[in-house]
């Protein structure tokens, strides 16, 4: 069982960074596929980026260059560093854990965190 803890929401300005933080409990987090998802009001969750156990990564295109996902398996811990914020942005984000399956496909993740509120005013 892995338990997900994300921090680091808040309100800022357009054009503005944030950092979200997600802490997992248990021995095994180096060998998950962690991710960001986010969700906004009437949206569907939609992925935001990836890193697998290997170190790979992936974004989606919306972010692409703007956002960095990195962990660190010491810590048991996966950022989120969000640069260059647009209103888009705004939403809830979520952390999650995969073993196996495809990372943009939220059913393939096993553990979720509660989410944490970003809201990017213009």
């Known amino acids: 069982q892995v338990q997900l803890v994300e921090s680091g929401g808040g309100l800022v300005q357009a054009g503005g960074s944030l950092r979200l933080s997600c802490i997992a409990s248990?021995?095994?987090?180096?060998?998950?596929?962690m991710c960001w998802f986010r969700q906004a009001p009437g949206k569907e969750r939609e992925f935001v980026a990836a890193?697998?156990?290997?170190?790979?990564?992936y974004y989606a295109d919306s972010v692409k260059g703007r956002f960095t996902i990195s962990r660190d398996n010491a810590k048991n811990t996966v950022y989120l560093q969000m640069n260059s914020l647009k209103s888009q942005d705004t939403a809830v984000y979520y952390c999650?854990?995969?073993?196996?399956?495809?990372?943009?496909?939220?059913?393939?993740?096993?553990?979720w965190g509660q989410g944490t509120q970003v809201t990017v005013s213009s």
């Open positions: 890193i697998r156990s290997s170190g790979n990564i």
């Open positions: 999650a854990a995969q073993d196996r399956g495809n990372m943009v496909v939220s059913d393939d993740y096993d553990y």
């Open positions: 248990g021995r095994t987090f180096s060998k998950y596929t």
